[in-house]
Every structure is written in C-alpha cells, then in structure tokens.
C-alpha cells in the first residue's frame, strides 16, 4: 500500500472515530458537536476496493505482509462505525431543528408586539386627524347600520338542512324504534334507485325518473340576491297542454290518464293530490306531493342554494308558482303531523323566496309554528328586525303571539327577549309580556270572545259584561279584519288552553277593563286605527285561506271570491301573471243542426250549456292563454258561426219528450189493478 492509500485511510478512520464519539455522547455541546458532524461529515466514507486500485497504481512496492499489517487496524476501525454516523447525523439534525423552532416563537412574539404597537400609534393619529369629521362618522355608521339590519333579515330566513326532514323530529317525539316499524310496513318488494334528496324520501314504490324536462336557470343578481326562473322543455310544454285539456273535462280520471302517461308532471301530482285530500286519502296526497318536491329538487340550478335565504323566485311567473304551492302544501301536512320545528324551517324556506311580496302568507302562520316549537327568540327576533317595514303588529296573530312567546320565555332568554323595539334589559318577561298582551286587546278587542268560545272557556263576569269588550262585537269590524281573526282563532285557539295562560289572560283583560273606565286615550286611537287601516284585502291574504282550508275562515270570503271556479294547481293566480310560452288555440265547432235531439237534451243539463257556444251546445270551458295565466271563469270564446234558427230543433226535442214519456207511463191494466187493490185496502 503506499504511503498516499494509508493517510487516506487513517484520516477516514478518524473522522468515523470523532463522529461515534459525538453521537454517542450526550452531554457533548449540541452546537459545538453539530458543527463538527456537519464540517467533517462531508469527507466520503472510504472504499477498500480504491485501496486496491492505489496499490497497483504504485507499482506493487508493499508486500502482503505489510499490506496485511497496515490494513488490519484500520479496517476494524472502518467496518465497525460505518452503520453509526448516519443515525448519529440524523438525531443531531432532528435535536437541531428543535432548538430553532423553539427559538423561532420568542422572536415572533416581539416582531408582533413591535407590529402591535405600531397598528396602534396609526389608529391613534387617524382619530386625532378625522376627529372633526363627524359627518363622515354619521354616514358610515347609517350605512352599516343598513348593512346590518339587511344581513340580520337574511340571517332570520336561513335554513337549517338537517331540520328539513320531519323524520327526524319523528324519531326525537315517538322514537326510532317506531319509525322504522313504519317504514318497514310501508316497505315494497321491487325497490327503484333514486337520487337522495332534503325535501322528500324517495319510495320504494316510485317509478324510475326519466328526462323529466323541467330546470332552472338563473335570471340575475340583485341587492345581493340572486334570482332565479324554472323552464320548461318542449317535451313538458305538450304534456301541460294535455293536462290542461284533462283539467277542463272536469273529469279526475283524464288527469290521472295524464300522470299514469307522465309519472312527474307537477301540475298533475298537485292537483290530484288536493282530489286525494278531499276524498280522505291523506297518504296518497302525502305521497304525491313529496313526489312533486322530489321533482322540484333534483331540477335545481347549481347556484340555487335555498338554505341562504338570498334567492328569489318571481311568483308571478307560472312556471315558479307550482313550486310555492308544493312546498305550502307539505308544510300543512306536516303540521298536521306535530313536526312543527321541520314546519318553521319550511317557513322560512317559503319566506325567503318572497319575502316582499309573501305571495302565500307565510307571516300569518311563521308564529303558530315558532311557538309550537319553542322558538320564542326567534318570534321576538322576527317581530324586532321586521316591524319598522312591515308593521307586523297590524296583524292580529303577531300582536297576541307576540306576548306569549313573552310569557313562555325562560329566565335565560329573558334578557334578549325584552330588548323587542329597543327596551330595556331591566323589565321582566313577565311585565313585558303584559304590556304587549294589553296592547293587542285594546287593539283587537273583538278577538276575545270568540277565542273564548273556540276555547270553551269563560272568565270572570267583570269582564265579560264589561262595556268595552262587549261592544266591541266581531260583525262590526271591517271584512279584512274580520277575516284575519277568524283565522288566527282557527289556526291558534288551542295556544291558550293552558290553565296559566288563561288565567294570565284574564287579569290583563281586567286591567284593559280598568283602562277603558279611566278613559285611556289609546283606547280611541285603536279604533280609529281598525277603522281606517283594514280596507281591502290584499289577494294573498284570500290565497293563503283557501289553501289552508279552515271552513270558518272560507265561509267568511267575498262573494265574488268564494263563488269563482278555482284550480288546485293554481288558486287565484296574480292580475300580471307571465308565462315563458303560449298554449296554442284549440278549434271549435259550431252546433250542429241535425244532432241527435235526446243527446242535445242532456247536454242542456251541463251548467255550461250555451246554444250559441261551442261543439255540441256546450259552452267551452274557460281557457287560459298563457299557462296559468288568466283565472278560471274570466270568460269562454264560443263557435265561429252565427244565430242559428232554434225552432225545429225545439219541436224535435219536445217529440222526443213526449215520446220518452209514454215509454215510462205504465200500462193501464196495470195501474187499474193497482188502483182496485188500493181500494180494496181502504
């Protein structure tokens, strides 16, 4: 080996020999025995087969002995250590990058008090500098204030999608072991695959889902909401067509024909689901309208984020109205079935689609739902942020429910609870509750006897012979108002069966009694506000209660409302109704002279027989030339032709007649035997 080969040798094994001892000494500096490592690490380990290559580089000037001798020391040294250094560079690495990360936090924490202080200092010299400036103050502050309120509204109408599905709050009131019971009962053998939805559970039951022809297509944005419109396809504009022609037979079986045809047309599963209603089937009309939902969800626009309440959809668009009414409609059925929190989310759901307009009436129901289901800050929230635009106490139903949800508040919520029109923390629930319950009853005094009534109750004699209340009689008020109460006492009498809520109830109507002795001015006020305030009622109130269906509250509709033929699938559509296509005109033909006179008599029985209308003396039934877009009965169009001479066809019918009724005259024998037996029991 020569003299070169060997110092390469012996210096690798005392680089190998420095490393084993730093990692294997603990106690070492950390700094001093990484530096060293790190240095002297970079030498590469060294190669018993390059020694061999040197040697004979050399000419071979070393013997075997020799060679043996120099090598035999060093090479236990090399194959000893050679596996240490590795694990030893790691730990020292590892301990290293420790040591720096505990380092990295103490410098952060001054770079940030350095920046804190400096954020500081700058506010401070801005405040000082636009001290003055308390007009820009004012602005900003109004404008935020407008921001807030509008975020608050919005905030008011999200949804919560996990409370959207009233199996849920079935399995927290009866139990899960209950609902699957039922659902293993209503299980069906041949099951179908569906899409999972919120709003609906698909049935096993259901026919497959095709190309159903119905989407949505967003309009614009506005305000910060988005506005949204469903469309129709060709394909499901011929099938409106059809069930509009199946609507006007009056027959519920051509409409059955149109869904048997087309399982997910959203007109035809409305409409029989109200003819399943009105015969008692409450499960089929259930199910087909969670069918329709179905349809409705699974054509949603990406965008459509329902639970937001920053969408909109144009009521007075027809294509947009089904979906209004479904959702109403399961939310009735839903009640019905005591899920009022699932009912109060739908609310929402149904409010922040129009909260403007509330094309339904929402507001006339949202507190009966929030106080079944306990939602009493929500009611007082509601009534705080709404009352400055929409004078929500007009309402009766929001000047009672208001007060109890008051009255129901418990002591934790009563600190936010009478902050309502700004009050306040220091009243009560209970003298908060008081002062808005007297309020509602010298506003709506008329209101008291018949809850009583509806309640089957009676309160002390003071009152109900008092002056003020027994005056106050309900036919006095003006139709709209009386509308509304008989409403509100359909819908929310069963509120104030509680023994303590009567009992609260009837000594604040003794302290109202008290105030009208005393001559109280807001006494006079109230009622010249009922009077003048409640004239005419908007169209929405009169297409909230025919699609609750309270037979007291529909008894009391006007005349020219009540006695108007109504479609289910589209009850009392608006004055400025738009469709996104025309239904094309249907054909008609004159009468015929030479018809056959006994079928001319019986379509003479049709109440809308005209014999001057349409195909076969019948007069067409009213037609809609946009889709939903003009009400039933608004008029007919009649046949082309002109007056025809009605005399020989009248001799023809009055041979018929007097044919038809020799054919029912009994034979004399017969009536001669029967008079002579008459005679003879005499």
């Not at 996104?580 to 079928?599: A, V």
Request: aromatic share 8%; glycine share 8%; hydrophobic share 35%.
């Amino acid at each position: 080996m020569s003299s070169r080969a060997a110092r390469r040798l012996y210096q690798g094994g005392e680089v190998i020999r420095i490393r084993g001892e730093v990692g294997e000494d603990g106690g070492e500096e950390e700094d001093t025995g990484g530096r060293v490592a790190g240095r002297r690490g970079q030498i590469p380990a060294t190669n018993l087969f390059d020694l061999l290559g040197d040697d004979e580089g050399d000419g071979g000037e070393s013997s075997n002995e020799s060679t043996e001798e120099t090598t035999s020391p060093p090479a236990k040294a090399v194959d000893k250590p050679l596996d240490q250094p590795q694990p030893a560079s790691r730990r020292k690495h590892k301990k290293k990058k420790k040591k720096k990360g505990k380092d990295k936090p103490e410098v952060d924490v001054h770079k940030h008090q350095e920046g804190s202080d400096e954020v500081d200092s700058a506010i401070r010299e801005v405040n000082e500098l636009l001290g003055d400036a308390s007009s820009g103050k004012e602005a900003a502050s109004s404008a935020l204030e407008a921001n807030l309120a509008s975020s608050l509204r919005h905030s008011l109408l999200t949804v919560d999608r996990r409370l959207l599905n009233a199996e849920n709050e079935m399995r927290r009131i009866f139990g899960s072991r209950v609902v699957r019971a039922e659902h293993r009962r209503r299980r069906s053998h041949q099951r179908t695959l569906h899409r999972p939805a919120v709003f609906a559970t698909p049935g096993d039951s259901w026919p497959k889902m095709e190309k159903l022809g119905l989407s949505m297509q967003l309009t614009e944005c506005k305000d910060g909401c988005q506005y949204f419109v469903f469309v129709h396809s060709p394909a499901y504009q011929r099938v409106q067509f059809q069930f509009l022609e199946a609507v006007e037979t009056f027959d519920p079986n051509a409409i059955g024909a149109v869904l048997h045809a087309h399982p997910y047309h959203i007109d035809s599963l409305l409409q029989l689901s109200e003819v399943c209603k009105m015969s008692e089937d409450l499960q089929m009309a259930t199910e087909l309208l969670a069918r329709a939902l179905y349809c409705f969800e699974c054509s949603f626009h990406p965008l459509f984020s329902y639970t937001q309440g920053n969408c909109r959809l144009d009521f007075s668009r027809a294509e947009n109205r089904p979906f209004f009414l479904a959702l109403f409609r399961h939310l009735y059925y839903i009640g019905r079935k005591g899920c009022h929190r699932t009912a109060l989310e739908f609310c929402k759901l149904l409010l922040g689609l129009d909260p403007t307009g509330d094309p339904l009436g929402v507001l006339l129901m949202v507190d009966y739902h929030a106080l079944r289901a306990g939602e009493y800050q929500f009611l007082c929230d509601l009534f705080q942020q709404w009352e400055p635009h929409r004078n929500l106490s007009q309402l009766p139903n929001f000047a009672f429910s208001l007060p109890l949800a008051l009255f129901h508040s418990t002591p934790t919520q009563v600190g936010e609870a009478c902050r309502v029109e700004g009050e306040g923390e220091g009243v009560s629930s209970v003298t908060r509750a008081d002062e808005k319950l007297q309020e509602a009853l010298i506003m709506f005094p008329s209101l008291l006897f018949p809850l009583l009534d509806k309640c089957s109750v009676t309160l002390d004699q003071a009152v109900m012979t008092h002056s003020f209340f027994f005056s106050c009689s309900l036919s006095r008020e003006p139709e709209a108002l009386q509308l509304l109460i008989k409403l509100y006492i359909e819908r929310s009498h069963s509120l104030w069966k509680e023994p303590e809520v009567l009992t609260w109830l009837e000594a604040n109507a003794r302290r109202v009694t008290a105030r009208a002795d005393s001559g109280d001015p807001l006494i006079q006020d109230c009622a010249s506000k009922r009077q003048r305030r409640y004239v005419g009622t908007p169209r929405n109130i009169y297409r909230h209660v025919i699609i609750s269906d309270f037979q007291q509250a529909v008894a009391s509709l006007p005349r020219d409302i009540a006695d108007a033929p109504i479609m289910m699938y589209d009850p009392l559509p608006p004055p400025d109704s738009t469709s996104g296509y025309t239904r094309p005109e249907i054909p008609h033909s004159t009468l015929d002279e030479h018809e056959n006179p006994l079928l001319l008599f019986l379509r003479s029985l049709l109440p809308t027989f005209d014999p001057q209308g349409g195909p076969g003396g019948a007069r067409a039934a009213p037609r809609m030339g946009r889709v939903g877009g003009v009400p039933a009965g608004a008029g007919a169009e009649g046949g082309g032709g002109g007056p025809l001479n009605l005399q020989p066809m009248l001799e023809q019918l009055t041979g018929a007649l007097q044919g038809l009724i020799e054919q029912m005259r009994p034979p004399q024998g017969e009536g001669e035997e029967g008079s002579s037996s008459e005679e003879e029991e005499r």
